[in-house]
């Protein structure tokens, strides 16, 4: 597919190349994410994963970094709890996103 | 008997089973050790059994613990277990005890530590244990001396392991050997690499003498003497091959240690299998090594440390790596 080259003025092939691949980039069906969990306690956690993990998968990833067993976190975002089979795409939190960290 | 599974807390907001309600009853109302007993002593319903359990392993003294939950090993019933996601799961009791005895963590709950069996048999507050399937292990190991002359080692070895006891000092004995042997090789070998090329020389023959006794020696305890040997001629043809690598390029001491070092990497990791190789085929391996390494597809070797060692988290955690 032609990307649209009308804000390029240089006529340099590796500008094409990496337009096309930001491109790509933005159209692509699983990215990578950042998220910050904070449990208001002291522990505040950046996570990278991709959008396509479960909240089982992100729970894990959390319990690697701090040390809690993951069956023990509990990830929320005011009053809803996260269910551990539903991705983070389905659950719409993006790059950068803050989610409540607790434990059971 | 409504009590019909065993588990924790479970789903998002962690409902509690019926189990960790009457484990928590017990522990309020906190009765006497003989109630706690006659709970375990009980044939009829496993699920009261496996309550009694859980909170004489709470609440009771290291050597109580063992000597109570012991018995229940023999009982193989089936029990359903509700997982933390809501599923029920198919365990058995000795299962669950096992998981009591041996693990720090159960139905959600972090259990106090016990002293381990081989302390308390030490200071002599019990005796050994002794297995329900002794009997049968026995007659295995008969067949298995009868098999096998020089299994001297494997066979006390089973024995000790079966039997439950506490390392006796003949099993300490082979390992200890076994490690002897090991560190033995390896320090005469890394002496042998780091010499100077005239000092190699001098020493070679001196050396070659020196495994040959060894090797014998070995192979009068080792089951698999043959294969020493054969591990002992590559090294030597190896040491040849190396250094007549080493003389025809340059004379410098940090690119002949990187070499061996290589070479040290891919015999470790060729002394796992049994075949003998030629002098040939050790060429081509370190270059077949470099290019497997280079085509890992877990992202572990990522030029950014941050994304590489989140990449080996999740490949340690089973996940696939992060999409760039």
Same mark, same amino acid.
């Given at each position: 597919?032609?990307?649209?080259?009308?804000?390029?003025?240089?006529?340099?092939?590796?500008?094409?190349?990496?337009?096309?691949?930001?491109?790509?980039?933005?159209?692509?069906?699983?990215?990578?994410?950042?998220?910050?969990?904070?449990?208001?306690?002291?522990?505040?956690?950046?996570?990278?994963?991709?959008?396509?993990?479960?909240?089982?998968?992100?729970?894990?990833?959390?319990?690697?970094?701090?040390?809690?067993?993951?069956?023990?976190?509990?990830?929320?975002?005011?009053?809803?709890?996260?269910?551990?089979?539903?991705?983070?795409?389905?659950?719409?939190?993006?790059?950068?996103?803050?989610?409540?960290?607790?434990?059971? | 008997?409504?009590?019909?599974?065993?588990?924790?807390?479970?789903?998002?907001?962690?409902?509690?089973?019926?189990?960790?309600?009457?484990?928590?009853?017990?522990?309020?109302?906190?009765?006497?050790?003989?109630?706690?007993?006659?709970?375990?002593?009980?044939?009829?319903?496993?699920?009261?059994?496996?309550?009694?359990?859980?909170?004489?392993?709470?609440?009771?003294?290291?050597?109580?613990?063992?000597?109570?939950?012991?018995?229940?090993?023999?009982?193989?019933?089936?029990?359903?277990?509700?997982?933390?996601?809501?599923?029920?799961?198919?365990?058995?009791?000795?299962?669950?005890?096992?998981?009591?005895?041996?693990?720090?963590?159960?139905?959600?709950?972090?259990?106090?530590?016990?002293?381990?069996?081989?302390?308390?048999?030490?200071?002599?507050?019990?005796?050994?244990?002794?297995?329900?399937?002794?009997?049968?292990?026995?007659?295995?190991?008969?067949?298995?001396?009868?098999?096998?002359?020089?299994?001297?080692?494997?066979?006390?070895?089973?024995?000790?392991?079966?039997?439950?006891?506490?390392?006796? +000092?003949? =099993?300490? @004995? $082979? %390992? &200890? *050997?076994?490690? !002897?042997?090991? /560190?033995?090789?390896? #320090?005469?070998?890394?002496?042998?690499?780091?010499?100077?090329?005239?000092?190699?020389? +001098?020493? =070679?023959? @001196? $050396? %070659? &003498? *020196?495994?040959? !006794?060894?090797? /014998?020696?070995?192979? #009068?305890?080792?089951?698999?003497?043959?294969?020493?040997?054969?591990?002992?001629?590559? +090294?030597?043809?190896?040491?040849?091959?190396? *250094?007549?690598?080493?003389?025809? /390029?340059?004379?410098? #001491?940090?690119?002949?240690?990187?070499?061996?070092?290589?070479?040290?990497?891919?015999?470790?990791?060729?002394?796992?299998?049994?075949?003998?190789?030629?002098?040939?085929?050790?060429?081509?391996?370190?270059?077949?090594?470099?290019?497997?390494?280079?085509?890992?597809?877990?992202?572990?070797?990522?030029?950014?440390?941050?994304?590489?060692?989140?990449?080996?988290?999740?490949?340690?955690?089973?996940?696939?790596?992060?999409?760039?």
């Amino acid at each position: 597919m032609e990307p649209s080259l009308r804000g390029f003025k240089s006529n340099s092939y590796d500008q094409y190349t990496h337009a096309i691949e930001l491109q790509e980039k933005n159209q692509r069906s699983t990215k990578m994410i950042e998220v910050v969990l904070n449990d208001r306690l002291g522990k505040k956690v950046r996570v990278k994963c991709n959008d396509d993990d479960t909240i089982g998968d992100l729970k894990k990833l959390v319990a690697a970094q701090t040390g809690t067993r993951a069956d023990k976190i509990r990830i929320q975002k005011w009053y809803n709890i996260y269910k551990d089979h539903i991705t983070l795409k389905d659950y719409e939190i993006h790059d950068g996103m803050g989610l409540e960290l607790y434990y059971n | 008997m409504e009590l019909d599974h065993v588990g924790g807390t479970y789903g998002g907001n962690r409902k509690p089973t019926p189990f960790i309600c009457l484990v928590m009853k017990m522990l309020q109302i906190q009765p006497d050790k003989e109630i706690v007993v006659e709970f375990i002593k009980n044939e009829d319903y496993k699920y009261v059994r496996v309550l009694g359990a859980f909170y004489l392993r709470l609440t009771g003294t290291d050597i109580d613990v063992y000597r109570y939950l012991e018995p229940l090993y023999n009982d193989y019933r089936k029990l359903r277990q509700k997982l933390s996601d809501g599923r029920f799961s198919l365990t058995h009791v000795d299962e669950v005890i096992d998981e009591l005895l041996t693990k720090d963590y159960s139905c959600d709950i972090a259990m106090p530590r016990i002293k381990k069996r081989l302390t308390i048999e030490a200071i002599g507050a019990l005796e050994p244990r002794k297995s329900a399937l002794e009997d049968d292990f026995e007659e295995e190991e008969e067949k298995d001396d009868d098999d096998q002359l020089m299994d001297i080692d494997a066979g006390g070895h089973e024995k000790d392991y079966y039997r439950g006891q506490s390392p006796s +000092r003949e =099993r300490g @004995r $082979d %390992r &200890d *050997r076994k490690r !002897d042997s090991h /560190r033995h090789r390896d #320090r005469d070998h890394d002496r042998e690499y780091d010499r100077d090329y005239e000092w190699e020389r +001098r020493d =070679r023959d @001196r $050396d %070659r &003498d *020196r495994d040959r !006794d060894r090797d /014998r020696y070995r192979g #009068r305890d080792e089951r698999d003497h043959g294969r020493d040997r054969d591990r002992d001629r590559d +090294r030597r043809d190896r040491e040849r091959g190396g *250094r007549r690598r080493s003389r025809s /390029r340059s004379t410098s #001491r940090d690119r002949d240690r990187d070499r061996d070092r290589e070479e040290r990497r891919q015999r470790h990791a060729r002394d796992t299998s049994a075949s003998p190789s030629r002098r040939g085929a050790e060429d081509e391996k370190p270059k077949k090594k470099k290019e497997k390494e280079k085509k890992k597809d877990d992202g572990t070797d990522h030029p950014d440390p941050e994304i590489a060692e989140a990449n080996r988290i999740r490949a340690s955690l089973g996940l696939k790596p992060l999409k760039l």
